[in-house]
């Protein structure tokens, strides 16, 4: 059966109540100013290339670099994670704008020589014996993209390096995500450990191998179904919410 192109990835907008494509739903979205407007449409589209000319050209006609991130690249990247959440684009669309934007923000480091405070920092980590890492590099971007400074540990981590890094970063969350099964019970030594030297930090887990059931028999855990998750706890951390409320968001089944 022959498919029209122009029949694929349509979505029907509720709220305006007619069929639209995510470019057009996007675009409605996007700064009607000039150069957030074409900034933004490239962040969407995950075009690294486009994003530094909409920069470069925005920094040649007296914008601050600095300004352009929390100001046009941080707008852009939220009009990506907001389509997400609405089940408009996928997860593969939010990584490509996540290094798109990334790009971005490093770009404007440079021009600018310096950065905005980032909102909080966050350690990741794959579980003692786990190399399956697409995971954690999802949840790290995602993070980094919602304007996180995050200590990526890698893959395979001992518990030792965990609590170790820990205690040195004193970050607001703990990520870790496990695919394999017997891993996973490394998550709750990690509690344990952290518990004992008096340290009460939300511990996000999640993974293939990971299921709500699991999470909730240890004290810090928090099951993280999504990797998109992960900074929307970040955020629910920073508005004040502690372990008890986080549980209560995120524990959905």
Sequence with gaps: MDVDPSKILVRYNVA??????????????????????????????????????????????GADPVALIDDVLMVGMKIVTDLYDQGVIFLPNVMMSADAMLEGIEFCKEQGGAAPKPKGKVVCHVAEGDVHDIGKSIVAALLRAAGYEVVDLGRDVPVDEVIAAVKKESPMMLTGTALMTT????????????????????????????NQDFVTQYELGIYGEEAADAPKMADAILSGKGLAQLKEQFHKH
Excluded: H, W
Aim: aromatic share 6%; proline share 5%.
């Design 183 to 210: 891993t996973m019970y490394a998550f709750k030594e990690v509690n344990d450990r952290l518990l004992e030297s008096g340290i009460k930090i939300p511990f996000q887990c999640g993974g293939g191998a990971v």
């Design 16 to 61: 305006k109540e007619k069929a639209q494509t995510p470019e057009e739903m996007a675009a409605e979205m996007y700064p009607s100013a000039e150069p957030a407007n074409t900034i933004c449409a490239a962040i969407f589209d995950g075009e690294e290339d486009d994003v530094i000319e909409g920069l470069e050209k925005a920094i040649e006609g």
